[in-house]
DNA sequence: GTTATTGCAAATTATTTGCACTTGG
DNA sequence: CCAAGTGCAAATAATTTGCAATAAC
């Protein structure tokens, strides 16, 4: 099922509605392959509507969150970011710290780690909804270190 | 070696000096036992000196974060908790992300993941510096769920 | 029609900064 | 001494909110 499908099921499924700016805002989202500020998605939204004011892209961006099919992370400190992520299979994500982009991955090979930690030290993690920050491929490359 | 001790290094290590507010954050910080903001140890703070600026706090907070000494973590979207950790052993963190509160375990039973995360994902995780999101036993039994 | 949603502008609020003064080494 | 650190007050800046107008359903 697309985003775009799922987008709407949810809104319906609470009651919520489906709006114009909703609309560009996910479809504002689709056209970035990394991680980006709401200040940066309010800009491409611009372009395809003036109209539209950043209070209703962060609106939109929470919402979103709450369905699960954007994640937002710090990074740098000041700097956040957001991300739609696949809204099919459950996976884990891992969360570039240095420039927020986020790559899914299946869940199995965390199942060990997050059973152990919950005999152990009855800390629970959430493996549908685990996030690694670390650094990705691309940062590496760029001789960043791991230790922040 | 004591946190005072180890503080105390690092600082004359990177030519700053020993003050009575930096002395006073982090006898503070010894008197939580679990997340705190940063009005909470500014607080504290004022009732050993009303003298010390909350400015003064941040600054603070943030060197002993370099130092690896604190760590802090977002929790509820707009609450920023801050977290002394212990200075003996590298180790892994769960912080509760209900809470803010941090627990120190050892390194080991994350290492599987990590070489898998590197060797399949190219991704690299410092596990000295691993920060694992969950909840803690206490949120647990208050009854909170592990997805967000 | 009714109620969710929006745009606008103003508020909020945690954190940061510039600078003259103070103090540790 | 003199550079690092502080207090103060003001600035910042990202996000949130109240409310009347608008638009989904």
């Known amino acids: 099922m697309s985003c775009e499908l799922v987008f709407i099921d949810k809104l319906k499924e609470k009651g919520f509605r489906l709006t114009m700016q909703r609309e560009i805002v996910l479809s504002v989202l689709h056209g970035f392959s990394s991680a980006v500020s709401a200040e940066e998605i309010y800009n491409r939204v611009q372009e395809i509507s ?20 954007v994640i937002s992370s710090d990074i740098g ?18 969360v570039c710290k240095e420039c927020g982009q986020v790559l899914g991955i299946e869940t199995d090979p965390a199942e060990k780690l997050a059973s152990y930690l919950e005999s152990h030290h009855n800390f629970l993690i959430d493996l549908k909804n685990f996030h690694i920050s670390g650094l990705c491929e691309d940062c590496q ?3 960043i270190s791991p230790n922040e």
């Open 50 to 69: 003036s109209a539209v004011d950043i209070s209703t892209v962060y609106r939109t961006l929470e919402l979103l969150q709450d369905f699960g099919m």
């Open 77 to 94: 400190g000041d700097h956040r970011v957001y991300n739609l992520v696949s809204v099919e299979e459950p996976h884990i994500h891992l």
């Open 141 to 143: 490359e760029k001789g």
